[in-house]
């Protein structure tokens, strides 16, 4: 994999949180820093679009004639069967 250099700004209050963090032995130095953000980010983007689109599937699929407890058993039913 290619590295790409970049340069950045931050305050003194954000170098002050960033040396911090490495200071207490969560990262080895500003990069690793920077690319663990970059991860979290991604997997929160994940995690919104993933969403997003059951939202969407769900306005979709229309109104449903079943009733609300119908709709919450089959969904302990998937929960149960999905962890155990």
């Not at 931050?10 to 170098?15: A, G, K, L, M, P």
């Not at 995690?47 to 004639?65: N, P, T, V, W």
């Amino acid at each position: 994999m290619a590295l790409v250099k970049k340069s950045i700004t931050v305050t003194d209050r954000q170098e002050r949180w960033i040396r911090a963090q490495i200071e207490s032995g969560e990262y080895g130095n500003d990069s690793e820093y920077f690319r663990d953000l970059i991860r979290r980010d991604q997997e929160q983007n994940a995690r919104y679009r993933a969403l997003k689109e059951a939202i969407q599937d769900g306005l979709d699929s229309g109104l449903s004639d079943r009733t609300v407890g119908e709709v919450w058993a089959e969904a302990e039913q998937r929960h149960r069967a999905r962890h155990g």
